[in-house]
Nanobody
Framework: QVQLAESGGGLVQPGGSLRLSCAAS????????MGWYRQAPGKQRELVAR???????NYVDSVKGRFTISRDNAKKTVYLQMNSLEPEDTAVYYC??????????WGQGTQVTVSS
């Protein structure tokens, strides 16, 4: 059974840091591109960062220089290190896996709240 399990969300003050993890199980492996999306209340889900199977990385402009995506293929885990968090980063963060010609998958999401 394919599963993506996010962890690491929580409440943090502005300027703080959090590290999100997404552990994959089932058929998801290093051949999948892995991404983090987020959805704030009343807004559309947006791509925050993606790391491809070949290691290419891209970020949405609003998080460049503050967030870092990485993956550990041996552990089948992808991470999102979030620094200098801002209230605008408050959202539910979702892990996503995709591979050309295969199904894509979503995790259940983890809440990140940035507030003083």
């Amino acid at each position: 059974q394919v599963q993506l399990a996010e962890s690491g969300g929580g409440l943090v003050q502005p300027g703080g840091s959090l590290r999100l993890s997404c552990a994959a199980s089932g058929g998801i492996d290093s051949r999948y591109d892995m991404g983090w999306y987020r959805q704030a209340p009343g807004k559309q889900r947006e791509l925050v960062a993606r790391i491809t199977s070949g290691g290419s990385i891209n970020y949405v402009d609003s998080v460049k220089g503050r967030f870092t995506i990485s993956r550990d293929n041996a552990k089948k885990t992808v991470y999102l290190q979030m620094n200098s968090l801002e209230p605008e980063d408050t959202a539910v963060y979702y892990c996503h896996a995709r591979r050309l010609l295969y199904n894509s998958y979503w995790g259940q999401g983890t809440q990140v709240t940035v507030s003083s």
